[in-house]
């Protein structure tokens, strides 16, 4: 069974454009979180989908945002880019909102120049 | 608020010897898991184990073991037998029971294993 697998693995991007980043859940994973990883300030939770709707949103700018389609794939948008939004973005897949075991996808890597 | 503490920001060991990691967290939760997960260089987060709050017995899975005090609120992770592949970020996590699925991370332990 194929992974939690994030595209793309690396992006540079300029302050001020907008970035949309994919993950695609283990199939027949139905709930997707999103990580955001940086040094200063280690993982933090940015939101969880589960069946298209957005469950949990973690203490990020409106600039943040994400989806689900009906295939259970993910995307997370962020726009007019800061330098601080340079970081590690991990997907984490589960079966269900109950599942306490996430997936974690090998993130992606955002510049931010 | 859920917090999760990690003292430790650097460990090494020596191949083949023990290591323990710590960890203490604050919650006024009482029904939660608590997990440690470990990243390589590859960057994927692998979950190593996992113990529910509700279980006094301590989680065990190969060479790997947690010391679980619940009334201290910690929660350390024991390797035994270390092995070069186990060179990478830990991370000590959080999760409510049964309120959703967000993980509060701790801020991870770099172990170093040394041939």
């Known amino acids: 069974k194929a992974g939690v697998t994030q595209t793309p693995r690396y992006l540079i991007k300029t302050r001020g454009q907008q970035v949309t980043l994919s993950c695609s859940p283990i199939?027949?994973?139905?709930?997707v979180s999103w990580y955001q990883q940086t040094p200063g300030q280690g993982l933090q939770f940015l939101f969880e989908y589960f069946s298209e709707t957005q469950r949990n949103k973690g203490n990020f700018p409106g600039r943040f945002s994400g989806r689900q389609f009906s295939n259970s794939r993910s995307e997370m948008n962020v726009s007019t880019l800061e330098l601080g939004d340079s970081a590690l973005y991990l997907c984490a897949s589960r079966p269900g909102q109950l599942n306490t075991e996430a997936f974690f996808g090998q993130g992606t890597r955002l510049t931010v120049v | 608020a859920q917090t999760v503490t990690q003292s430790q920001p650097e460990m090494s060991v020596q191949e083949a010897e023990t290591v323990t990691l710590s960890c203490t967290y604050d919650?006024?939760?009482?029904?939660?898991?608590l997990f440690w997960y470990k990243q390589p260089p590859s960057r994927q987060m692998i979950l190593v184990i996992r113990q529910e709050a509700y279980k006094q017995q301590n989680a065990t899975e190969n060479r790997f073991s947690v010391n679980f005090q619940k009334a201290a609120k910690s929660f350390s992770l024991k390797i035994s037998d270390s092995q070069l592949g186990d060179t990478a970020m830990y991370f000590c996590?959080?999760?409510?029971?049964?309120?959703?699925?967000?993980?509060?991370f701790g801020t991870g332990t770099s172990l170093t294993v040394i041939p």
């Open positions: 199939s027949g994973h139905r709930s």
């Open positions: 919650t006024s939760e009482s029904n939660y898991y």
């Open positions: 996590a959080f999760m409510k029971r049964n309120t959703g699925n967000q993980f509060y």
